[in-house]
């Protein structure tokens, strides 16, 4: 299984960004997709998720409205589309799967920043 993530840089305030994480190693149509983010001392949280079809997502209080999650079966691809950045919205950006039967991944993080 590989998670690569991709997308992340510096915005300021107000801007927007678009987070992609690339799948492969498991049959990525037939799963539930999640973003998490985990800013500098946090915990990790979950920011947003998608059913496996796309037509049920969740976010977190945090991001609703600014943020959307959507994937691409065909191209294997996650997506985050992130509007109207905070600060606090700084951190490193988690794509993650749970395949059951304690078989949990994560990819390797994208930072986003935001600032002025």
């Known amino acids: 299984v590989q998670l690569v993530e991709s997308g992340g840089g510096l915005v300021q305030p107000g801007g927007s960004l678009r987070l992609s994480c690339r799948a492969s190693?498991?049959?990525?149509?037939?799963?539930?997709m999640s973003w998490f983010r985990q800013a500098p001392g946090k915990e990790r949280e979950l920011v947003a998720t998608?059913?496996?079809?796309?037509?049920?997502?969740n976010y977190a209080d945090s991001v609703k409205g600014r943020v959307t999650i959507s994937r691409d079966n065909v191209k294997n691809t996650l997506y985050l589309q992130m509007n109207s950045l905070k600060p606090e919205d700084t951190g490193v950006y988690y794509c993650?799967?749970?395949?059951?039967?304690?078989?949990?991944?994560w990819g390797q993080g994208t930072q986003v920043t935001v600032s002025s």
């Open positions: 993650y799967i749970n395949l059951g039967w304690s078989r949990e991944y």
């Open positions: 998608i059913s496996s079809g796309g037509g049920t997502t």
């Open positions: 190693g498991f049959s990525f149509s037939t799963n539930m």
